[in-house]
């Protein structure tokens, strides 16, 4: 079992910047990466960004390019989600998961979801 916490959400003004934190616990060695995704109210859940551990690759939604970054402290066992340049739309609950498969160097399933972190971004 991965064990993870997620922090660091609260409410900004457009324009702003939050970095969200994911600490891990647990059998992290059974993990291939970790994921962000965020649900919005009313919304379904979607994928914001990724990352997997063996290669350093990232991935991230064609809407937060450029503007949202995930990077790992591996000494914490922590990922992080760096959001600049915040909008009104990127208002979310925000949640990490781990990546448990990999197919062809790609994330391909997620679970131990975190609680999740709300951001709220003010116009």
């Known amino acids: 079992q991965v064990q993870l916490v997620e922090s660091g959400g609260g409410l900004v003004q457009a324009g702003g910047s939050l970095r969200l934190s994911c600490a891990a616990s647990?059998?992290?060695?059974?993990?291939?990466?970790m994921g962000w995704f965020r649900q919005a109210p009313g919304k379904e859940r979607e994928f914001v960004a990724a990352?997997?551990?063996?290669?350093?690759?990232?991935w991230s939604a064609d809407s937060v390019k450029g503007r949202f970054t995930i990077s790992r402290d591996n000494a914490k066992n922590t990922v992080y989600l760096q959001m600049n340049s915040l909008k009104p739309e990127d208002t979310a609950v925000y949640y990490c998961?781990?990546?448990?498969?990999?197919?062809?160097?790609?994330?391909?399933?997620?679970?131990?979801w975190g609680q999740g972190t709300q951001v709220t971004v003010s116009s």
């Open positions: 998961a781990a990546v448990t498969q990999v197919v062809n160097g790609i994330p391909s399933r997620y679970d131990y």
């Open positions: 990352m997997t551990w063996r290669a350093g690759n990232t």
């Open positions: 647990g059998r992290t060695f059974s993990s291939y990466g």
